[in-house]
């Protein structure tokens, strides 16, 4: 179907982004592999000299960065699985008639417009303190202890926040997905006397596998490089800092570009492992 | 259609305010503090003086830091002013970035700047940032819950007496806390407090050589005095504390004591946000008997990046900000006790200030800070709650890190101490110590 | 709805999603009623819900340190020219992938997302120092700029999806009629498109709003959105959380209210060609 003349014309269509994206990636990229190299230390007067491995080699042997690596799966996979689940269960019960479907659905949906850094300092102050926050104020009614949420459980608060952030994008893609579903389909297997965890099992989910697919690829991308739930509300403390976060502190709080620069690369190829591994899915999943 | 009339009307508002800011604009970076929010509601008097406009840029500490600091090495200049404290000037000084002060005006009178805070900001004996406002930290204290506890507050304490006082005033059942301190980690909160603190203890940083003494006795004895002090004593969760928690915590009437910033003292007596307001009583901050307070000494300060085009305008202001007429302003409209402290010596001879109930101990808890000597064995850094070497941010928050985890009971002391001394030691040696 | 539903089971599924839905929404609601109290009311026990005295001394105090007006200004410039630019990009990209793939189609939409993934920290110092050289630091243009190379990937994967959702044989109807390119895009493709690319502006829009690094970092006083503006308030002295619940409404309420008028479009859009 398509002519010659009309494939030139798609490349050039597609140069502007392409170019522009190559540049956005190619500057940056050879820029961060050019101080990885470096000893840049801004605060004692900018370049001093070629540093070989020395960046790599630190950065990796540093007490903190295997457990940085794991904190960074941690919270993306905890996010993931909560939001795709709760995200199901959420689409499913939305999908149900009931009165007003429009008004619940704004409810559902808001978090989603809350910036990062509002909903981390709504979250720690005003619920998870331990003295004033709601939280607290919950806890004590029922004469319990209140926790010290940020001290003794920073993941579960880093991913609640986070996956509050999320959680109605997840519910909203698998929403559309499951109006798609052929009613017909489901009221034919009710009829023929299947259970609702069967026809849950093997109709639904199977449907529902593309979308979910695509929340996990795209939640993935922004998830891992989530700060700013964790500058404000930790600050990296209590074991909860990210490998995002640890190069924020080597470049912004140690003042040492090389070392960060050099914590940059082994984010990228964090990301791409990460991504190659979603991709084996993905790729399944998103053949049209 | 729509794009182009969107874009064409983005672009005529772009052009409309960038022409209408021709006359001269100066633009401060600075830091979301009582003192500096209040400064800004009096910069149309300066508009008005000098014709010179003024852009903020407010943020908070952290943010602020990194943002000034990108600018600085990167000779950024979007900044005419920054506001900076005694932990950056003498670095920023020494690597000839910011702008010298020694050429304030006669009626400035920068002789009356207290000697500590001059030091503080200046590198090689040129000033480079004109202190707004300084502060050393001391022991604030409820009144009627030492009396209640049958005790009296002298007024140089030692550590023991501090620990035993906040044991009798503790009634956990009544919400009451016997003492509030830092532990939140971060160099500038519970990083800045354990320092000042292990100064007492006969506690330092890094030995002659460079070499970080975390192994020490004296670091094991700080921490397990701190720890254990605060698990008796101290709030539920003290290990996220910090000066904002526990200002927000004393003036609620949760603490029996609260050892921490001077300039603090004019919140916790101000009626209309302290609940304990007309019973706090001041003391020096504690020691051991080994020579050494544990108070530190700040100031935030306002400077000038070498690379602004604005020097005399900016300079203009600073000699404004932090001037004798500035501190009668806000005198006349908002009380002596809601002025900046802690940076004029004429300030603590006028006898309207000396009036006020904390002015006193402010001076001679700054008065007795020396950051050229704040160890008891000798030390080759100058700073008292820091050792003000480009590093040194990076390390603390790190080392402050793993002191709040064993606050929190995630680790032992001996272990967080282990690791902190790992931390520097591999900090330093990599920095070229 | 084909299913025949009977009223009792709608009144549980009624009850149970509004249940959830205000427990979701509960926290945003709390900011707001919390910016209309009484620093000592924000923090009463028991906490108070609607039985407090309602003031707006907070807002009055937020809006005199601050100048509300020019951030959000900002906010609405860089997070539409951001996204109008990007669209403006995209749409040929997403276009030429759709109607024209070739081998390669995917692999490049593959990398697009991919460069989404850099930290955006370790480039800071390169990017601030070309932002220096190009003298962009604190403009809005600078801003659009890099805001619009970050969403860029996901700009053109939305739209990639759904013009692969239009049907290839009323373009072809199109050809035979002697339909131009341009014609073709401006005719058949566009109209067809708007839904899609409607809910595309939409959500990159919330996503560019919502954007708190490069926001931060490359803006001092004239180019700052409401990111910068918040950043003023997360940690005062002293009791702050009705101060800071007001300055956080005043924050999102822009992107909240926009969000809420156009739900339609953004649900309806919003599938990433996720359902086939």
Partial sequence: ?288 | ?433 | MARSVTSRRKSINTALAWGVGLIIFFPILWTILTSFKTEGDAIAYPPKFFFFDWTLENYAIVQERSNYMRYLWNSVIIAGGSTLLGVVIAVPAAWSMAFVPSKRTKDILMWMLSTKMLPAVGVLYPIYLMFIQLGLLDTRIGLVIVLMLINLPIIVWMLYTYFKEIPGEILEAARMDGATLKEEILYVLTPMAIPGIASTILLNIILAWNEAFWTLNLTAAKAGPLTAFIASYSSPEGLFYAKLSAASTMAIAPILILGWFSQKQLVRGLTFGAVK
């Avoid at chain 1, 709080?253 to 620069?261: A, I, M």
């Avoid at chain 2, 930290?137 to 906040?166: H, K, N």
């Fill in chain 2, 1 to 433: 259609m729509f794009v182009r009339n969107a874009l064409r009307a983005a672009t005529a508002l772009t052009l409309l305010t960038t022409g209408s800011a021709m006359a001269e604009t100066i633009t401060i970076a600075t830091v979301n503090n009582g003192d500096m929010i209040r400064m800004q509601g009096y910069t149309d008097q300066f508009t008005a003086e000098t014709g010179i406009d003024v852009e903020w840029v407010t943020l908070e500490e952290n943010v602020l830091r990194q943002r000034v600091t990108t600018d600085i090495t990167t000779n950024g200049g979007q900044f005419d002013i920054m506001t900076i404290g005694m932990y950056e000037t003498p670095i920023w000084g020494k690597n000839g970035w910011l702008v010298p002060l020694n050429d304030l005006s006669a009626d400035y009178d920068a002789a009356d700047i207290l000697p500590a805070m001059a030091g503080g900001l200046s590198y090689d004996g040129t000033l480079f940032a004109a202190p707004f406002y300084g502060e050393s930290s001391m022991v604030m204290y409820r009144t009627d819950l030492m009396a209640a506890a049958g005790l009296e507050m002298p007024d140089a304490p030692t550590w023991d007496f501090i620990r035993q006082a906040a044991a009798a005033m503790t009634d956990r059942a009544n919400d009451i806390n016997g003492i509030c301190l830092r532990g939140k980690a971060g160099w500038g909160e519970g990083g800045a407090f354990i320092t000042a603190m292990s100064n007492s203890f006969g506690a330092q940083w890094f030995d002659m050589d460079w070499n970080p003494t975390f192994d020490s006795e004296a670091w094991l004895n700080t921490l397990n005095f701190f720890k254990g002090m605060m698990d008796e004593s101290g709030p539920a969760g003290y290990a996220t504390n910090g000066f904002n928690e526990n200002l927000s915590l004393f003036q609620q009437g949760k603490c029996g004591m609260w050892i921490d910033a001077t300039v603090a003292a004019s919140f916790v007596t101000n009626p209309n946000d302290s609940t304990v307001a007309d019973s706090v009583g001041f003391a020096l901050a504690p020691d051991n008997g080994l020579g050494k307070r544990s108070n530190w000494l700040w100031a935030w300060a306002l400077a000038i990046p070498a690379g602004t085009q604005k020097a005399d305008a900016a300079k203009a202001f600073i000699e404004w900000a932090t001037s004798k007429e500035y501190i009668e302003l806000v005198a006349a409209n908002e009380g002596w006790a809601n002025v900046p402290p802690g940076a004029r010596t004429s300030l603590y001879e006028n006898p309207e200030y000396q009036a006020v109930p904390f002015a006193q101990m402010t001076l001679d808890s700054i008065l007795s800070a020396d950051p050229n000597n704040s160890t008891v064995n000798p030390s080759p850094y100058v700073g008292i709650q820091f050792a003000a070497i480009p590093e040194f941010a990076g390390i603390a928050t790190d080392v402050s890190q793993e002191f709040s985890a064993a606050y929190a009971g995630q680790q032992t002391v001996e272990e967080a101490l282990a690791k902190a001394q790992a931390i520097a030691a591999e900090a330093m040696e990599a920095a070229g110590y």
């Fill in chain 1, 1 to 288: 179907m398509a002519t010659k003349a009309s494939r030139s014309a798609a490349r050039l269509m597609m140069a502007p982004a392409v170019v522009l994206l190559l540049g956005w990636m190619l500057v940056p990229l050879t820029m961060t592999l050019w101080f990885s190299f470096r000893n840049y230390l801004p605060l004692r007067g900018g370049d001093q000299g070629f540093a070989g491995f020395d960046n790599y080699v630190r950065f990796v042997t540093s007490s903190a960065f295997w457990p940085a690596v794991l904190a960074t799966l941690f919270i993306v996979v905890g996010v993931l699985i909560i939001t795709v689940v709760l995200g199901v269960l959420l689409a499913l019960l939305l999908d149900q008639p009931m009165w007003g479907q429009g008004i619940v659905r704004i409810l559902v949906i808001a978090p989603f417009f809350v910036m990062p850094t509002v909903s981390g300092l709504v979250w720690k102050n005003m619920f998870l303190d331990s003295v004033n926050g709601l939280f607290a104020h919950i806890w004590r009614f029922f004469g319990a202890q209140p926790v010290e949420w940020m001290i003794h459980q920073p993941f579960a608060s880093i991913i609640l926040i986070v996956s509050w952030q999320w959680l109605p994008f997840a519910t909203l893609i698998l929403l559309t997905a499951i109006q798609s579903l052929d009613s017909e389909q489901l009221e034919a297997a009710e009829m023929d006397g299947a259970p609702a965890l069967k026809r849950f099992w093997f109709i639904i989910i199977p449907h529902l596998s593309r979308a979910i697919t695509v929340v996990l690829l795209i939640q993935t991308i922004f998830l891992l490089s989530i700060f700013a739930e964790i500058f404000v509300t930790t600050a990296g403390a209590f074991g909860s800092k990210t490998l995002t976060y640890l190069i924020f502190q080597r470049v912004l709080e140690s003042q040492n570009v090389g070392l960060g620069s050099a914590g940059g690369v082994y984010a990228i190829i964090l990301a791409n492992i990460v991504a190659i591994f979603l991709m084996r899915i993905v790729g399944k999943n998103l053949d049209a």
